[in-house]
């Protein structure tokens, strides 16, 4: 595999995580599910995790996030229980943690060559390790973390999950998703990712990854601050101009379409039937929380994605099922000329040269 200079040899859970692995498998599962920051959460989106592990045959762990060494408020009514193991990333340090990781993988002192390629490149997909706006890049280490932790999980076990599912810990499913069998029935080899909130590249909320995808889905952490993912990350660029798309801010959505790509990863869609919780503080600027009509009512960071998935639940409850099907051919469609399409679509418009509309997804078909 490409890309694959990073060193990886000092392992992130000496200086950045510690952790718990379970030392018994009672039932060998095909399936593992990280879950990850924040550690504050509600009890409801633990408790639909639990079940959305259950339909996805996974075992399951927690990432959890927390600003010292000593052990946050918050964990003692926190029910770790039903996981496998738990392990928490001390996030105390900012960005100097991140500039950590930067010289160590990179093999230099402060890796500021490496910095000022990826200041070339508009937009927060780095942020704040760029000083960019965000906390972007703590996401791709997150997502690394989650690495570290199943693969020791395997070698503890002595067996290879056949997937890895990444889900974040204050995404509250309002329905469930579609069943492990559900998924390999309609195409066990490609990459599965919720429809919506793809912004300039593709949802990032969760992802059920085969294990042979593993790597660039969850691994892409030392390579992108050893510049070794530089290419990918200029490639991505040219193929996405900002004076085409004015809203193009090239987050960790754009990031991570680029790695597919960049791998060629399969990917496949289904309806999502989950949203991101707000949760208040800083973090929540970067969403518009919708509004409470009773004190008991959830929060949402985006009332769209909320809006999206809760008509996919209201026909779940009115007794549709998940059923594979090709995007439907809309009328009147999307484009009135053929010569529309191609250019929206073409590696010089379209988002990072993607076409959604094109992508095949997991859609729900009404029984008859």
Not at 47 to 70: I, M, P, T
Not at 80 to 104: A, I, P
Not at 120 to 142: C, D, K, M, Y
Request: aromatic share 12%; proline share 6%.
């Amino acid at each position: 595999m490409s890309g694959e200079g990073g060193n990886e040899k000092r392992g992130l859970g000496e200086s950045c995580y510690k952790g718990s692995i379970a030392a018994i498998w009672p039932v060998r599962l095909p399936t593992v599910m990280c879950l990850a920051v924040p550690l504050r959460t509600k009890l409801v989106a633990l408790e639909q995790a639990a079940k959305a592990a259950e339909v996805l045959e996974a075992d399951a762990f927690a990432l959890l996030a927390r600003k010292a060494e000593a052990m946050p408020k918050e964990v003692a009514g926190f029910d770790t229980t039903w996981f496998k193991g738990v392990s928490y990333e001390v996030d105390g340090r900012g960005r100097s943690g991140l500039l950590e990781d930067l010289r160590y993988y990179s093999f230099s002192r402060n890796g500021s060559h490496i910095l000022e390629a990826y200041r070339q490149i508009s937009g927060n997909f780095l942020g704040p390790l760029t000083v960019a706006e965000g906390r972007n890049a703590f996401h791709v280490r997150t997502l690394f973390h989650c690495w570290e932790q199943i693969t020791a999980a395997e070698a503890a076990r002595g067996q290879r999950y056949k997937y890895w599912i990444f889900a974040r810990l204050d995404w509250l499913w309002l329905a469930l998703p579609p069943a492990l069998s559900t998924f390999q029935r309609a195409d066990p080899a490609a990459v599965w990712i919720p429809d919506g909130q793809d912004w300039d590249g593709i949802n990032d909320r969760f992802a059920v990854v085969p294990r042979r995808y593993a790597k660039p889905y969850f691994g892409r952490w030392p390579w992108l601050v050893n510049g070794s993912l530089l290419p990918m990350m200029l490639r991505a660029a040219t193929r996405s101009r900002s004076e085409v798309s004015p809203d193009l801010y090239r987050g960790p959505e754009w990031s991570l379409l680029a790695a597919l790509h960049w791998y060629r990863l399969p990917v496949r869609r289904f309806g999502s039937t989950g949203a991101v919780l707000c949760l208040g503080g800083r973090r929540a600027k970067y969403g518009r929380c919708t509004r409470r009509k009773r004190p008991s009512d959830l929060s949402y960071k985006y009332s769209g994605e909320v809006s999206e998935s809760s008509a996919n639940v209201l026909l779940l409850r009115d007794g549709w099922t998940w059923r594979f099907l090709a995007s439907p051919r809309l009328e009147p469609p999307c484009f009135d000329k053929d010569g529309e399409e191609k250019w929206c679509c073409s590696t010089q418009h379209g988002v990072a040269g993607h076409c959604q509309p094109s992508l095949f997804r997991h859609s729900l078909a009404q029984p008859c």
